[in-house]
């Protein structure tokens, strides 16, 4: 075994069912990671957006209960917002920047806070920003969120006492990420038993998706083994242009098969008498000259018989999926034969041919079809024949049919004769010269195409008009 073919068995590639679940899996697994990381996001940003307002409530509330003696010392005026303020160490403090100097609330007595020694903001100018580093009460490092809102003190009514001053309202960042912790631990479980959950949906819905495929293995398996004759037609339509094609093949192959054994039963059939005549001749004592001469007429003969049951086999066989023959070009090499042969009778063909129409099949058997029909209207016709090819509409997804049709202006032929002129060996009129197997080829070649063979009365010249009808193929 070489490297390459080594490398062929091993690393052969997976099964659709193994893909898809793959790739599914895959999707999920990145659309569930990105959906917790928009979640996560969302949530951080909304809860750092309620911190700052809760924050910017706080630092509002104080506003109107701060208050500045003669000498701008700090003195607030009612109880804080909220309890915590004035516990040491709460986690939530309170600090007020004038210029040179500042003042806390009673939490922040204990805990190390950022310096904000000559941080005046402007009036009516915000900030939130964090976390920021601190020193814990117990000195542990730790980090707050901070909001600052300028303002100005309005002197009790002289403007010449104003002076601005700034409220910073921190809060330990532990409470925000508890509930970020909260948050992302719920989702997260949450988010994974979900794509548990779809994993195992998909996985099932998979199988179920492919179960008509596994169905399909099944049956050919079984076609394969000699257990089933073709393939079912109860397949979803995604299914059916398979299944048709492989029954098609199958119906193609038996057909292939019978044609053969018919040929050479035919073949054996037919030699016999040729075989018992020289049996004959041989236990009958002729001398040499009367066996030479019967010799070679059977030998004669036997060669006519098996060059026409070949002919006859090679012109039945036709390929499943073949390449489109032009219609066109077929019969503008047979025409202008057949206008030289019957020139006495100034014949002359026409073409009625839809743009692109195509036959899809052997050439041989397109050359035999056409040669036989336009052959019988050039002998029977006066003055005009008239061939027409056009498209029959197909089902979406399906090659187009065809229909093929030869015109005369001769004497047609009455509809009680139609039967008898389509019979082996029988000509029309006795007169007129032939072996009468032309239109019979013809029935055996729209026979193997599943095609379907007319005679009737042509409208448009009056005489007789052969129409073959092709069915779409796959």
Not at 151 to 178: C, H, K, N, Q
Not at 288 to 314: F, G, H, I, K
Not at 397 to 406: F, P, Q, S
Request: proline letters at 5%.
């Amino acid at each position: 075994m070489t490297g390459r073919q080594w490398l062929l068995k091993r690393w052969r590639p997976r099964s659709l069912q193994a893909r898809q679940l793959l790739s599914a899996s895959l999707g999920l697994i990145a659309f569930l990671a990105l959906a917790g990381y928009a979640l996560d996001t969302a949530f951080a940003d909304t809860a750092r957006a309620n911190l700052r307002e809760r924050l910017k409530n706080y630092a509002t509330a104080y506003a109107g209960g701060i208050d500045f003696t003669r000498d701008g010392s700090l003195y607030i005026r009612e109880q804080p917002p909220d309890p915590r303020f004035d516990v040491p160490g709460s986690g939530l403090y309170l600090q007020v920047v004038m210029t040179g100097d500042h003042g806390n609330s009673m939490s922040a007595e204990g805990p190390i806070l950022p310096d904000v020694s000559g941080h005046l903001l402007d009036p009516r100018q915000e900030v939130f920003e964090g976390p920021l580093p601190i020193t814990q009460i117990d000195g542990s490092p730790g980090s707050v969120y901070r909001y600052g809102l300028g303002l100005v003190w309005g002197g009790d009514g002289m403007p010449e006492a104003e002076f601005p001053y700034t409220i910073y309202v921190l809060e330990d960042s532990r409470a925000l990420g508890a509930q970020l912790r909260v948050f992302r631990s719920a989702v997260w479980f949450w988010l994974g038993v979900t794509g548990l959950i779809l994993l195992l949906l998909q996985t099932f819905v998979l199988q179920w998706s492919l179960r008509p495929l596994k169905r399909v293995i099944n049956e050919l398996t079984r076609v394969q083994r000699g257990q089933r004759e073709r393939m079912s037609e109860m397949h979803p339509r995604e299914l059916e242009p398979l299944t048709e094609s492989i029954n098609a093949f199958i119906e193609s192959e038996r057909e292939n098969l019978e044609r053969q054994r018919n040929t050479l039963a035919d073949l054996a059939h037919s030699l016999k008498t040729p075989i018992a005549v020289l049996r004959t001749q041989l236990d009958s004592g002729a001398d040499d000259a009367a066996l030479r001469e019967e010799l070679d007429v059977q030998l004669q003969r036997m060669n006519n018989l098996v060059s026409y049951q070949l002919a006859r086999a090679a012109s039945s066989g036709h390929k499943l999926f073949s390449a489109p023959v032009s219609i066109e070009a077929t019969a503008e090499d047979i025409v202008p034969g057949l206008e030289k042969i019957y020139a006495s009778k100034g014949v002359l063909c026409e073409f009625d041919i839809a743009p692109g129409v195509c036959f899809y099949g052997e050439p041989g058997d397109l050359q035999e079809l056409l040669g036989n029909l336009l052959e019988n209207a050039f002998k029977w016709a006066r003055r005009g024949v008239l061939l027409t090819a056009k498209p029959i509409a197909a089902a979406p997804g399906r090659r187009a049919g065809l229909l093929l049709a030869v015109d005369d202006d001769g004497p047609g032929i009455a509809e009680e004769n139609i039967a008898k002129v389509l019979q082996r060996g029988v000509r029309g009129d006795e007169r007129v010269q032939g072996h009468g197997i032309g239109l019979s080829i013809v029935q055996d070649l729209i026979k193997d195409y599943r095609g379907e063979l007319q005679v009737k009365r042509s409208s448009e010249l009056g005489g007789a008009r052969f129409e073959v009808t092709l069915p779409p193929g796959l």
